[in-house]
């Protein structure tokens, strides 16, 4: 049976890209991999062994086009209204918070985010299949 262990995005900023996902969702370089044209850094948590690799292309200058096939990260947390106005009070500015209830009944509590790149983020309300 596959495990899942890592997802990867590229950045243009290690250092904000490092201060937002610290600031963010207490991620911390958990190893760095040095190499002549390029950096890999691995941020993880003691939430989960899932870590999300930043690749930094050495000399690069222009933002990358995300286009448009680029969906989302997602992380749960134990108290999404409390996570909500943390992120406004860091000055992260979260979207507004959803309450996903497609039959009438909340199936899911969630906001996004996007990181110094651009790529979104979902802030999910830890429950049901969101654990």
């Not at 958990?30 to 691995?42: E, P, Q």
């Not at 979207?95 to 802030?123: N, S, T």
């Amino acid at each position: 049976m596959a495990k899942m262990i890592h997802s990867m995005i590229r950045v243009l900023d290690e250092a904000r890209s490092l201060a937002f996902y610290d600031k963010a969702f207490g991620l911390k370089v958990a190893d760095r991999l040095d190499f002549d044209s390029f950096t890999l850094v691995y941020l993880s948590n003691p939430e989960t062994g899932f870590e999300l690799e930043l690749t930094i292309n050495k000399g690069r200058t222009e933002p990358y086009d995300l286009g448009d096939g680029y969906g989302h990260l997602a992380v749960s947390v134990e108290d999404v209204t409390a996570e909500h106005a943390r992120f406004e009070a860091e000055g992260l500015s979260p979207r507004k918070l959803v309450d996903f209830a497609p039959a009438g009944e909340v199936i899911a509590r969630f906001f996004f985010v996007a990181d110094p790149d651009g790529y979104q983020i979902e802030v999910l309300q830890r429950g049901g299949r969101y654990l």
